[in-house]
């Protein structure tokens, strides 16, 4: 799994909603979003440890 297909994932779900800082939804996804995207290394090691543990087993991309 690649930390750039879970990050366009993320982008994606906060994208489909109306951008409004006042919703905890649209809030939350943004700055999680924002975070992980300065964090795509530690994102990336972390994906590969739960790879090993056949935790993407079942996605198809």
């Excluded at 409004?20 to 440890?49: G, N, R």
């Amino acid at each position: 799994m690649k930390a750039e297909t879970i990050l366009a994932e993320l982008n994606r779900l906060r994208s489909d909603l109306p951008k409004d800082p006042s919703d905890i939804e649209w809030l939350t996804l943004h700055h999680v979003f924002c975070f992980v995207s300065y964090k795509v290394a530690d994102l990336q090691k972390y994906l590969d440890e739960q790879a090993a543990k056949g935790a993407f087993d079942d996605f198809e991309p």
